[in-house]
């Protein structure tokens, strides 16, 4: 039942970056998994970045890997995603998610529980 808001979306071009911020209504310490998701027009939701309880531990799609940092800052109940050297097949909205999954789970959207209404990211030639 946290409430997660996203900000941080925009229109950058290509090889631009971004900083997309989720902030939680209440303190996450080190209890939630969290990630980032990311769906285009037509699309599956698929999955961005998941980072640990612990925020020592990432993982990252392929797609991403190199290009983004998923971090988390637990004192302010907050969870980033640096994007860096943005493509146009970045375009989507990005959902932050919050859960209790296993780590094991970190990529699979139906583990999480919470869920951000979504910022716009939009990268042009």
């Known amino acids: 039942q946290v409430q997660l808001v996203e900000s941080g979306g925009g229109l950058v071009q290509a090889g631009g970056s971004l900083r997309l911020s989720c902030a939680a209504s209440?303190?996450?310490?080190?209890?939630?998994?969290m990630g980032w998701f990311r769906q285009a027009p037509g699309k599956e939701r698929e999955f961005v970045a998941a980072?640990?309880?612990?925020?020592?531990?990432?993982y990252y799609a392929d797609s991403v890997k190199g290009r983004s940092t998923i971090s988390r800052d637990n004192a302010k109940n907050t969870l980033y995603l640096q994007m860096n050297s943005l493509k146009p097949e970045d375009t989507a909205v990005y959902y932050c998610?919050?859960?209790?999954?296993?780590?094991?789970?970190?990529?699979?959207?139906?583990?999480?529980?919470?869920w951000g209404q979504g910022t716009q990211v939009t990268v042009s030639s």
């Open positions: 209440i303190r996450t310490a080190s209890r939630f998994v």
């Open positions: 998610a919050a859960g209790l999954s296993a780590w094991t789970d970190r990529a699979n959207k139906h583990a999480y529980l919470s």
């Open positions: 980072i640990m309880r612990s925020g020592e531990i990432t």
